[in-house]
Nanobody, 130 residues
């Protein structure tokens, strides 16, 4: 059973915005570093943004810093990715993912890698046109 319900993908022009949502499901879900990865055909999957579910710590790839913002609504078990100033190179399939804590005092340090994630969504497609 896929543990996430992803939504918000679509097609916009460069410079536009999209907001992705990922809602967890299942009473035994335990991923505490949760966020978004993306993949373009022919390329490796890339970690985009991660949030620590029990605090304010967030982590971003260099390619999206300053443009994307990850946030959460714990009451709704939902993580959001607000994507602004979108570029054509942001096009790809975006996957919600979660995994265990990776650091001691920095809880999700190093979590922006496939190996750190243990649960994955089915993905939502984002297409940015020029």
């Amino acid at each position: 059973q896929v543990p996430f319900l992803e939504s918000g993908g679509g097609s916009v022009q460069a410079g536009g915005s999209l907001r992705l949502s990922c809602t967890t499901s299942g009473s035994d879900f335990s991923g505490v570093c949760m966020g978004w990865f993306r993949q373009v055909p022919g390329k490796d999957r890339e970690g985009v943004a991660i949030i620590w579910r029990y605090g304010d710590s967030t982590y971003y790839s260099d390619s999206v810093k300053g443009r994307f913002t990850i946030s959460q609504d714990n009451e709704k078990n939902t993580v959001f990715l607000q994507m602004n100033a979108l570029k054509t190179e942001d096009t790809g399939m975006y996957y919600c993912a979660a995994g265990p804590r990776t650091g001691s005092w920095d809880p999700c340090k190093g979590a922006l890698t496939d190996d750190a994630m243990t649960s994955w969504g089915k993905g939502t497609l984002v297409t940015i046109s020029s």
